[in-house]
């Protein structure tokens, strides 16, 4: 009796358990929510226009420093143009601008009447022209004292004569003439200081066009340099020849653009896109890399395409897909200290996060399927 009493209490105890556990395990499934994802394959494809690199002025290829598939950064060197030509212009206009500046600083101190100061660039370089010009300013100089001391006597003299007329000591004619002396030295000093002006203006002008001139020569010599203009991958070097001539314009190489983030271009069938909306959260896989070791990339549905697209290779119908295209928050795998890159043409895998459910609804779906289905049988 006691075997048959403990074993209707084990019974019971095990039945409670049961039920108890079935209980809970409801009510774990109601609460425990599970992501619904739409998975696509796809492919990382360009953010940007690929970037032709081009010369506009063309010449001989001196050296090229990257390869095909090599990732460059912004502004660093692809190729060197031979510069000899435009390094010759460039030098010349430099100095004739030098030579300019050296004759305005003499000009000004000639009008100013102070002494010339020259930038110890300018005599360092120039020693020999900033000598010329400092002989030339001394010369001028005396000329122009001389003229001053001129019209100092003539003034002194004209005062001297003027009383002497009163008194018919000296004719009117000897103080006209010695008045026209006066006028014409001091016209000589005007015309003096008027033609110092004319060529301080006239120098200044040509200096400025020569500056102008000079900014066009620099740009040509610095385009001879062909940098990146974007951090990006060289898809292709059209000329690949060291020596070889490439004509003005035309084309050097081919960038693809390496933005901060990524954009996945995924096919998504038509029988799950009506639940895929821009913004939505995704996670993409890239497959080079092992998922369970580096993981994925975060990013946001940005477009959907219009409608559907059928595969050129099979051109069947039941083969078309939605294009959905994805941006990641960040272009690489693994630390930023060890970055494992992402280039254009690597195959992913997209899961779009579509929304949630419980486990308990998960569980009852086919359930509820079925009995609908059951419903519409006869």
Do not use: C
């Not at 110890?120 to 000329?143: A, C, F, G, I, N």
């Not at 010695?178 to 003096?192: A, C, Q, W």
């Not at 301080?200 to 040509?220: Q, T």
Request: proline share 4%; net charge neutral.
């Amino acid at each position: 009796m006691k075997k048959t009493h403990s074993s209707k209490i084990f019974t019971h105890v095990i039945l409670w358990a049961s039920l108890l556990f079935f209980i809970s395990a409801i009510i774990w499934a109601n609460y425990a929510i599970l992501d619904e994802v739409t998975t696509g394959q796809g492919k990382v494809i360009p953010s940007s226009e690929v970037q032709v690199i081009q010369n506009l002025e063309g010449g001989i290829i001196q050296n090229i420093f990257v390869k095909e598939g090599q990732i460059v950064k912004k502004d660093q060197i692809l190729m060197q143009i031979d510069n000899t030509r435009f390094m010759s212009s460039y030098a010349e206009a430099e100095k004739k601008i030098d030579a300019l500046e050296i004759e305005i600083i003499r000009l000004n101190a000639e009008i100013s009447n102070t002494k010339p100061v020259f930038p110890e660039k300018l005599t360092k370089t120039y020693p020999h022209l900033v000598q010329d010009q400092l002989s030339l300013y001394e010369s001028r100089m005396r000329e122009l004292n001389q003229l001053e001391k001129s019209l100092e006597l003539a003034q002194k003299e004209l005062n001297l004569t003027r009383p002497l007329l009163k008194g018919g000591s000296v004719s009117e004619v000897e103080v006209i003439r010695l008045e026209r002396t006066v006028s014409e030295i001091r016209g000589n000093i005007e015309k003096f200081k008027s033609e110092e002006l004319d060529r301080l203006n006239k120098a200044r002008s040509e200096l400025f066009a020569l500056i102008e001139a000079n900014k066009a020569d620099k740009d040509r010599l610095t385009r001879t340099t062909v940098r990146s203009p974007v951090y990006g991958i060289v898809k292709q070097i059209k000329t690949k020849t060291i020596g070889g001539v490439v004509q003005p314009g035309n084309d050097l190489l081919e960038i693809v653009p390496l933005d901060d983030t990524l954009l996945i271009e995924a096919k998504i069938r038509p029988s799950d896109i009506g639940f895929i909306h821009p913004g939505q959260k995704a996670m993409v896989k890239i497959t080079a890399y092992d998922f369970s070791i580096y993981g994925g990339l975060e990013g946001v549905v940005e477009h959907i395409s219009a409608d559907t697209i059928i595969d050129e290779k099979t051109d069947k119908k039941e083969e078309s897909y939605y294009i959905v295209k994805v941006r990641t928050e960040k272009n690489y795998l693994g630390t930023e200290k060890k970055p494992l890159p992402i280039i254009p043409g690597m195959q992913a895998t997209v899961d779009i996060l579509t929304g949630q459910k419980s486990v308990l609804q998960y569980l009852l779906k086919p359930i509820i399927k079925a009995k609908q289905s059951a419903l519409r049988e006869r």
